[in-house]
């Protein structure tokens, strides 16, 4: 069960986009339309950003989507707000629900 | 409302053990998968096990095979982990999520707080 793999930080300016890359294997983020996306604010629990790779639960801002290409998964935030400052994490359905998380990407709004 | 309350963290020495209990409540507990993700201090998070509705179907990470298990009540609306061997690595947050899917239980839409264990001498 290896980690996914994703940048250490992004950082943007306000209004602007950014996006978080995700990169795994076959075996998860490429093998499954299940990756989910994870925001946590510093000591506080993760709150879900987005699942099965694009979707959003209700009451996510639609500023936040998601998309795949191969074995890479992506987050993107558009329009940045100095509240989108958090750490995010991806995470892979890697087959009878077992699951791998990304070690984390920190936002940082300039 | 749905709520996740975790409980029974603490510290240990290694190679002890400890009890984590997750109270549910806002949903129909037995009617959903849950699980436990846990985060080292100033580190990621890393899930650790994984439990059916009805506890017929079970799974661990590998770092915890062995060592830890897990279990539910659905008539207390409890989750559980039971901890032996404990290590210094497995110093943590430890968090109990519930588990959605449409097709298969793929990601975790509500968190507890988390409760946190320190493994040391």
């Known amino acids: 069960q290896s980690a996914l793999t994703q940048p250490a930080s992004v950082s943007g300016s306000p209004a602007q986009s950014i996006t978080i890359s995700c990169t795994g294997t076959s075996s998860d983020v490429g093998g499954y339309n299940l990756v989910s996306w994870y925001q946590q604010n510093p000591g506080k629990a993760p709150k879900l950003m987005i699942y099965e790779v694009s979707r959003r639960p209700s009451g996510v801002s639609n500023r936040f989507s998601g998309s795949k290409s191969g074995n890479t998964a992506s987050l993107t935030i558009s329009g940045l707000q100095a509240e989108d400052e958090a750490d995010y994490y991806c995470?892979?359905?890697?087959?009878?629900?077992?699951?791998?998380f990304g070690p984390g990407t920190k936002v940082t709004v300039l | 409302e749905v709520q996740l309350v975790e409980s029974g963290g603490g510290w240990v020495q290694p190679g002890g053990s400890l009890r984590l209990s997750c109270a549910a409540s806002?949903?129909?507990?037995?009617?959903?998968?849950m699980t436990w993700v846990r985060q080292a201090p100033g580190k990621g998070l890393e899930w650790v096990s994984y439990?059916?509705?009805?506890?017929?179907?079970?799974y661990y990470a590998d770092s915890v095979k062995g060592r830890f298990t897990i279990s539910r009540d659905n008539a207390k609306n409890s989750l559980y982990l039971q901890m032996n061997s404990l290590r210094a690595e497995d110093t943590a947050v430890y968090y109990c999520?519930?588990?959605?899917?449409?097709?298969?239980?793929?990601?975790?839409?509500?968190w507890g707080q988390g409760t946190l264990v320190t493994v040391s001498s």
């Open positions: 995470c892979s359905y890697t087959g009878s629900s077992t699951y791998v």
């Open positions: 999520a519930r588990v959605l899917g449409r097709l298969v239980a793929d990601h975790f839409d509500y």
């Open positions: 439990i059916s509705g009805s506890s017929s179907t079970i």
């Open positions: 806002g949903f129909t507990f037995s009617s959903y998968d």
